[in-house]
């Protein structure tokens, strides 16, 4: 039998009637704490209090998306325990589900960092229960008593911080110019210095920063945008707001990048009015190839690459326009804000004028998109750690392509290049035969936080792209960031590693 993809969730108040519905369906329970009391109405009233007692934890399992379970998760008499009870729906009660089940539920538990450790208690005798436990993890620590301490979750991102940041954001609060002021101008400047441009606007998201590129390069209702078709839908929105219309390109197989070999077919269609160019997972996008077959206006899109040279030039300086985003998972961190870069004048004052609405005439075009001054704080401290952290980035790429390599033929995964120079914002393997759903589910229930790293927002009867169709397909993103420990990382390469064995054995 193919494995099955499991999924927890905690349970919520109108989870209520399918707890109900489980109370009828009888004897649940497969060990510890005993959920379902002979008495249904009893039962329904423990369901209930459950959901509404904020001392009790109750999580919901699914099979492939159809219910299968419940764990409660209640106090204990160590403050730093809980004590468990699950409970199964008949069907699946199998062995070889079973400890995956609750290995998921345990690492949805650890996602509330004040449960440090779970407790069971077995019926005595129970030896069908102790070998579930102790197939989850668990361990004996008394007679008919077993527990588990909770490995903390790995997360896919997580933010590079320290007392820089803290020290910024205290300084512009006691300040008084909160919105867009003094520490805008310095990251502006800053931001000029870096990118190797002339002019720098900040504003208030990536996705600003595409919009007011895009119309200050004169970008307005009836045009035509070439995007790569495996791409954020920032990208798409930012033209869909401009009245323009996104034309896809497929992109290219192993760098993921838009593919100049297919500009023409999207230019078949109609007159093009500029090119969005990623540097996609970190990896530069081919300007001047781009410009060869297309003669007109190029945005970089510097969200995935920043602080690096790359056809002689620094990203960010090699398009008509570049822009940045500061939001909480890129490469610079500040929770929100964008930027838009720029040798040429009259685009950076178009961005200037076009990020304020205020004292200007009604136009539509004109929305908030300033930044404050304390995403402005936090996002010089980043640009002044960047080095470092892509230096630690560049390591962590080393290490993962040093413990993965050996089995990327047999267990039918491809690794990313890394001899080609590249910021390595995403390390992103390509699976050859499994179902990535199923890859990322298992590395969840082992506590490690894959992703798709990109939705695909396409709509129904767009032209095929063969390449950006198979990305969405089968593109995971591991952990990668500069705060990932050296055993954190090996936990992450050892649960890939398993997923991809038991896929492959399924």
Known sequence: MASQWVTVRDAQEGDAALLRSWCAAGEMAIAGRRLVMPDVS???ARWRGGLLDPGLLLLLISLDGAPAGVVLI????DPAARALGVAVLPDAARAETLPRMLRA????????PEIKRLCVTLAVGDAVGETVFQAAGFRACGPGEMELALPVPIPHNRLTHGEPESLAVAETLASGRWAQGPRVAALENALCTAGGVAHAACVASGVSALRLALLALGVGPGA???????SCVALANAVLACGAEPALA????????????????????????????VNTFGAPAPIRALRAVCDVPIVEDCAHAFGMIAENAPLGARGDAAVLSFYATK???AGEGGAVLTSRRAIAERVAQWRDYGDQPAQGGRLNDKMTDFEAALAL????????MLAARQALAQRYAARLAPYAASAGFVLPAMEAPRVWYRYVVGLRRQD????????HDAGVHAVHPVTDWRRPGDASCPNADAAYRSLISLPLYPTLTEPEQDRAAEAFLRACVQAAGS
């Open 42 to 44: 009893d039962a329904q």
């Open 74 to 77: 209640a106090p204990h008499a």
């Open 105 to 112: 539920a345990c690492v949805q538990a650890a996602a509330h």
């Open 224 to 230: 035509r945008v070439i995007v790569p078709a495996y």
């Open 250 to 277: 497929d992109v290219d197989p192993e760098t993921w990048n838009i593919s100049p070999e297919t500009l023409h077919r999207a230019m078949q269609a109609g007159p093009v009015a500029a090119i969005i160019a």
């Open 331 to 333: 490469l610079m961190g």
């Open 381 to 388: 401290c980043q640009l002044d750690r960047l080095p470092r």
């Open 436 to 443: 990535a759903r199923r890859i990322i589910a298992a590395m």
